[in-house]
């Protein structure tokens, strides 16, 4: 069974960093895009940032030029560096990706669980 696990998230003053990773697991063929949506309460899931297989990128105007996704094909784990941070990323934060699984014909998107991220003014 394909799966996600999240882990970085936490507490954080306004102005630091944290670093999230997100490692997939199970029987997998290919992995496509990787990437990051964030929840905040009350409001709908948007995307952060993406990253596919070959390296190109695309972040939310809100985190550009503060957050950085990359991603290990051979560990099939995405980071994603979070500096500058304000009040305003608090929210929970989904790593997703698209797998190929092993003898499947189609990609399917998958998503962790989902780690908190606090930020405090």
């Known amino acids: 069974q394909e799966k996600l696990v999240e882990s970085g998230g936490g507490l954080v003053q306004a102005g630091g960093s944290l670093r999230l990773s997100c490692a997939a697991s199970g029987s997998i063929s290919k992995i496509n895009a990787m990437g990051w949506y964030r929840q905040a309460p009350g409001k709908q899931r948007e995307l952060a940032a993406v990253?596919?297989?070959?390296?190109?990128?695309n972040y939310a105007d809100s985190v550009k030029g503060r957050f950085t996704i990359s991603r290990d094909n051979a560990e099939a784990t995405v980071y994603l560096q979070m500096n500058s941070l304000k009040p305003e990323d608090t929210a929970v934060y989904y790593c997703?990706?698209?797998?190929?699984?092993?003898?499947?014909?189609?990609?399917?998107?998958?998503w962790g669980q989902g780690t908190q991220v606090t930020v405090s003014s």
């Open positions: 997703y990706a698209e797998i190929l699984p092993l003898g499947g014909l189609l990609y399917s998107d998958y």
């Open positions: 990253i596919t297989s070959d390296g190109s990128t």
